[in-house]
Structure formats: C-alpha cells, structure tokens
C-alpha cells in the first residue's frame, strides 16, 4: 500500500481523491527541444515519493538527472545532454558527450580508455550510451493495494562483420516509492563469441557532493588504479572543496554481498535538509556485477564522486582485460542479466544502510 505524505491509502482511497493519476505521480513523456538535445526523447519519472528522474530514451534509456525533494543528486557533464546526431566524434567524443545524471552505461564491449584489437575498435566507454533505444513502452500497473510505474526498451549494439549485442532494459519504481530499479538483459544475437564489458557510470554531485560528504562501500578490499588514486587513497571516501587542477583518482574495489546478496555503495550529507541529511545508495549484485570502481574528481566544474559497478574490474580497458586473462565474454545466444537499484534514504534510514558495511 502507496505511503503518500506520510499516510498509507489503497487504491480506491486514492481514486477517490484525484481526479487524475498525475497528480502524485506517474510517466510523463518529454520532448527535448533546444540546443544539442534537440529532437531527444524521453520520459519524466515522478514517484510521489519526493524521488524525480528524467529517463533518456534516445540515449540508451540511461537517467540524465535525479532530485529528491527538489535537491539534486546527480552531477552533470559542462556538454550537457546532447541527440545521438548531434553527438561529436574523436578522441574527445566521451568528454564532449558525457552527460553523467545518475547513470551512463559503459558497454557493451569496453569500457575505460579507446583502443582496437582483433575483435574491432571501440571509443572510450563504449558506444552504447549514444545509441536510441527502440520499442519503447511506459505503463502504471495496479496491484492490489499498489501501483508500480514501468519504463522498458530494446537498445543494439551492432555492425557488420562484427558484434550483435542486444540489451533489453527495464525501470520500475512504487508509487510513494524513492526506489528506482533497473533489470537488464544482455543478450548475443550473432553467431562468434564477443567481448562483453558493461560498467554502470552513477554519478553524484553537488549538494550531496560537498566538503561533509562521505562514500561507504561494502567491500573487502580497495586498491589505487594509479600514483594519483595513490597519493589519495587515506581520503577515498571523502569529499572536499572544489579545486582547480585537481587530477581524477580512481579506486578498484572487491564487493562483498550482505545476507541479501546485494553489495552497496552510499553517497551521504548530513547537512541536507537542515541537518537530517540525505544518501544515496547504489546496491548491486557481486555475482552478477563482482568489481567496483569509485571515481573521486574534485575539480572546478568537474566536481563529481562516482560508484561504478561493472562485471569485471579492469578499469584500464579491454587491452588490459585481455592481457590479463579478465576478458568476459558472450557466446551464441548466450545472455546475461544484471540488476541495479538507486535509494535514496533520509539521516536514520540511510545510517542503517551504513551498518550494512563489510
């Protein structure tokens, strides 16, 4: 049963109340119409809930924005959010076109740096973030006593003479909810075996990035990737004032599952909401999604702190991977599934989300 500003109603209590649905929340879908995301569609994502994303459909169904309450959560990229044909290539094509919002999918065949080898040539992060996802759908389903909002599409990732990767994507969130929850299924539609790597890019910014913030994983163990992520690596999980210069560090992390099988990653304010703070929590599954990275980058406009749960842990890229023997692969009609959820908790809740820490 839908909690609604702190009271519980069925569906008919509701029903009788409004005179239509949208009024607590719901779907709505939007249209992009100025500058580098003109001709983008996508949807608007009210739970009724204080919790309010903007679902991208042509950019591979990936959350350009968050906000709880009216506060954002989400850092977003100086390119801002751009139509796949507007999308610059080249070596600065992910730089140019990373909008960042809650999630960017890395995939399907690489992530981390660009590079080529004999399965084909692939730009930094992959390309799938800029491919439009097709036979998309949006729904409200009633239970019972409860109503469920669904957002759903197939995105393809695929060429001649090379890869066919098919993603079938599904967002569900609660009515009265602030749990948004993602469910994909990768799929090799081609007839060789593929790379397959995938990395969830979320990405936190300011207020819940500030000087009081803090980062909490459920991990066993936490490596530097380079001298910088080094020299940093006793403030891995703090915030800090944003300055100039400041050279990325990122951290390569071993989750661990809770009793429920579910690894977490907490970013946390106690400032928030005249001090009774507000976290937001990335939970995955460790035998779906075994590796971890955090990226901290504390820059003048870049002021970012992000959890990136990915299926394998090679953030140096798809060269390293394979040197390395960490390479996943798809083969024929072989699929994977993968399963993500964004929470967003207020000072007690998400302190209890805190004790789960490995």
């Not at 459909?57 to 990936?62: F, I, V």
């Not at 977003?76 to 809650?102: K, T, W």
């Not at 909401?273 to 971890?292: E, S």
Request: negative net charge.
């Amino acid at each position: 049963m839908p909690e609604i500003f702190g009271r519980h109603y069925d569906r008919h209590a509701l029903e009788i109340r409004i005179g239509d649905a949208p009024q607590l929340g719901g779907i709505t879908p939007i249209l992009y119409d100025e500058g580098r995301a003109r001709g983008t569609s996508g949807f608007l994502l009210r739970t009724g809930g204080g919790l309010e994303v903007e679902i991208v459909a042509d950019r591979a169904l990936d959350v350009v924005s968050a906000t709880y309450r009216g506060i954002p959560l989400t850092w977003r990229g100086p390119g801002g959010l751009a139509h796949p044909a507007y999308s610059s290539l080249g070596i600065n094509a992910f730089e140019r076109n990373f909008f960042g919002g809650l999630m960017t999918t890395c995939g399907l065949q690489a992530f981390g740096p660009a590079g080529s080898d004999v399965d084909g040539a692939w730009q930094e992060h992959g390309y799938i973030n800029h491919a439009p996802a097709q036979s998309v759908t949006h729904r409200a389903l009633w239970g019972e006593d409860d109503c469920t909002f669904e957002i759903t599409g197939t995105v393809r990732e695929a060429r001649m003479f090379g890869a066919a990767l098919r993603l079938e994507r599904t967002w569900r969130a609660e009515l009265g909810g602030t749990t948004l929850r993602l469910h994909d299924r990768v799929t090799n539609e081609g007839g060789e075996s593929t790379p397959h790597m995938l990395l969830y890019h979320c990405n936190a910014g300011f207020p819940l990035l500030d000087v009081e913030t803090e980062l909490s994983v459920t991990h066993l163990a936490v490596r530097p990737r380079d001298a910088e992520a080094r020299a940093a690596l006793a403030v891995w999980n703090r915030g800090g004032q944003p300055q100039s210069g400041f050279k990325e560090q990122v951290f390569i992390h071993e989750p661990c599952a809770g009793e429920d099988g579910w690894a977490r990653a907490i970013v946390s304010n106690p400032r928030l909401l005249g001090g009774r703070g507000v976290a937001l929590a990335v939970r995955f599954r460790p035998d779906q999604l075994p590796a971890l990275m955090t990226w901290r980058m504390l820059g003048v406009k870049t002021y970012v702190m992000a959890m990136e749960p990915a299926n394998c842990a090679a953030i140096e890229g798809r060269t390293f991977a394979r040197e390395h023997g960490s390479l996943p692969f798809l083969e024929p009609g072989e699929t994977r599934d993968y399963e993500l959820e964004f929470a967003v908790t207020e000072a007690l809740t998400a302190a209890s989300e805190r004790s789960a820490k490995g």
